[in-house]
């Protein structure tokens, strides 16, 4: 059974469009992140939701809205889609919001816009 | 704010060979210190971690020791195999858990 899965795997579009990625956990955990990954292959966090209560916002572009439906489940929505937004994108999740908390990844959505 | 700064790799070394990856952090606070690793088209898997001063995470052979004194989280390895090959992300979780990541540094062994 897969720990942290993501749908899509792969997602090319065109500048302009909406998309979402998708992501669910069955650890049980509470806690849930998206990281993104650039070229360079540098990953900075994006958000975190905890019992579906939103923790974390970084400094993303408000055109990223994630949504928690429940403790399992974090998605990504992106609206007006960017060159610069190729990247992969990595969803995790940890049993708390704590500092000592080992993080789960997924196996990452690889986004590419033309 | 907090920060972690990694040797730039790729490394490249042969089978058997010792592996050090520099690591050192800025923090704020009590972090606790990660290496995760990253190998070709897959996500990141946690390798060892030390959530406290002197604490050393080990596992598959590799280890790392939380240095407070020197802010340093170096990872050792006495040797290496052709599998190890990955990139390997140094990291430092604040009090809400969210990760602040190294660079990453490539890591190939050769036969």
């Known amino acids: 059974d897969t720990a942290v899965s993501q749908t899509p795997k792969y997602l090319v579009t065109q500048m302009g469009n909406d998309k979402s990625i998708k992501c669910e956990q069955n650890?049980?955990?509470?806690?849930m992140y998206w990281y993104k990954q650039d070229s360079k292959k540098f990953l900075k966090i994006m958000f975190s939701?905890?019992?579906?209560?939103?923790?974390i916002n970084e400094t993303v572009p408000n055109r990223f809205s994630p949504k928690s439906p429940d403790k399992a489940h974090l998605n990504l929505h992106i609206n007006s889609l960017e060159l610069g937004d190729s990247a992969v994108y990595f969803c995790?999740?940890?049993?708390?919001?704590?500092?000592?908390?080992?993080?789960?990844f997924g196996p990452g959505t690889r986004l590419l816009v033309l | 704010g907090n920060s972690v700064t990694q040797m730039e790799g790729p490394v490249t070394l042969s089978e058997e060979a010792f592996l050090t990856i520099n690591c050192t952090y800025t923090?704020?606070?009590?972090?606790?210190l990660f290496w995760y690793v990253q190998y070709p088209g897959e996500g990141l898997q946690l390798l060892l971690k030390?959530?406290?001063?002197?604490d050393k995470g080990s596992n598959k052979g590799f280890e790392a020791t939380y240095r407070k004194e020197t802010t340093s989280f170096h990872l050792e390895k006495g040797s290496v195999q052709v599998s190890d090959s990955a990139v390997y992300f140094c990291?430092?979780?604040?009090?809400?858990?969210?990760?602040?990541f190294g660079k990453g540094t490539s890591l190939l062994v050769t036969p």
């Open positions: 995790a999740s940890s049993q708390l919001p704590d500092r000592a908390e080992t993080q789960y």
């Open positions: 650890l049980g955990h509470d806690t």
């Open positions: 939701y905890n019992n579906k209560e939103l923790i």
């Open positions: 923090a704020t606070g009590y972090p606790s």
């Open positions: 030390a959530t406290k001063a002197d």
């Open positions: 990291a430092l979780s604040d009090s809400l858990g969210a990760l602040n």
